[in-house]
């Protein structure tokens, strides 16, 4: 196993590409917090990842917050005494409508900056300080093909993801040399509770496959291999990189 005895925080675990994470975190050996503001669906993750381990647990936490993310650190301190792998997986499209900068409203601009880009911040400055300690550590941003090249009618979502990739690459410029890891996931279109309303619609359905060369949309345990080839050590001489998972959807 890739992840013996490592301790892994993933946000967001309670579903899609979060949970995917989590439980592929903990096949490889991982102890997992899984972290998320929804109680009821962390508890499900943690059920599954009960499977096969019971090395892992759940801490409420609106990542967004100061308070609670300092909490979520110090439990997973006080529980394992250390923390080698950050995964910040939260992240919201924002309105479902398409929405031009003009249109959109100045309290969804921020909700969606704070949970796509400050929870990254709040999330990364906690846990930077255990890991110059102890001398490495791991950290995964999850970004996405909309942090690489825009897409119409998002821009708060694209602008929060074209920060979470360029901050990727801030972080991996002053922490490698603490040998923290810092790299970046960008998957495609991948079918979560996110993507639901797109993908529930066939003609939408059918708009998003004609993007994607592997011409079929990708299930969560897609970005799961690459989630721990930049956990492991595998992975030891990569940072500031941004993992494109997305079946080839910006090759063209
Ligand atoms: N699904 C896709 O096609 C896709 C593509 C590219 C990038 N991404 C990115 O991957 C990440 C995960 O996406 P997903 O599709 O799995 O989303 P999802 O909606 O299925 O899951 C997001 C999880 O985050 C939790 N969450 C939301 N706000 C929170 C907060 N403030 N504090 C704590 N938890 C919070 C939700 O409760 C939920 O469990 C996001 O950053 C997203 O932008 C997704």
Redesign the pocket.
């Known amino acids: 196993m890739k992840l013996e005895d490592k301790v892994a925080i993933v ?10 994470i989590a439980v592929g975190l903990s096949k490889e050996g991982a102890k997992v917090v899984v ?4 109680l009821d ?2 508890e499900e993750t943690m059920k599954e990842i009960s499977k096969t381990k019971n090395n892992s647990f759940v801490i409420k ?5 100061g308070s ?1 993310v300092d909490t979520m650190a110090t439990r997973t301190l006080e529980q394992f005494g250390q923390i080698d792998i950050l995964v ?6 924002g309105s479902q409508e398409a929405m031009l900068l003009h249109t959109t409203p100045e309290e969804e601009w921020d909700r969606v900056v ?3 880009l400050k ?1 990254v911040y709040l999330c990364s400055k906690r846990v930077i300080p255990e890991m110059i300690k102890q001398g490495a550590g791991k950290i995964i941003n ?6 690489i090249v825009a897409f119409p009618g998002r821009a708060a ?1 694209t602008a929060t ?1 074209g920060a ?1 990739s360029l901050l990727t690459k801030a972080m991996a410029l002053d922490y490698s040399k603490y040998n923290i890891n810092v790299n970046a ?11 639901k309303w797109r993908l529930d619609n066939p003609e939408l359905r059918k708009e998003v496959l004609n993007w994607i060369p592997m011409e079929r949309i ?1 299930v ?1 345990d897609d ?1 799961t291999g690459a989630a721990v080839f930049l956990a492991s050590s595998d992975s030891n001489y990569v940072s500031g990189h941004l993992l494109v998972v997305d079946g080839g959807m910006l090759t063209r």
Not at 11 to 20: D, E, K, W
């Open positions: 946000t967001g675990a309670g579903s899609g590409i979060g949970r995917a972290v998320d503001m929804n669906a962390a936490t609106d990542v967004t917050k609670d910040n997986n939260v992240g919201i499209p704070s949970v796509n929870s999850l970004s996405s093909v909309a942090g979502y993801k979470v996931l960008c998957p495609g279109m991948i079918e979560t509770p996110m993507t990708g969560p970005i």
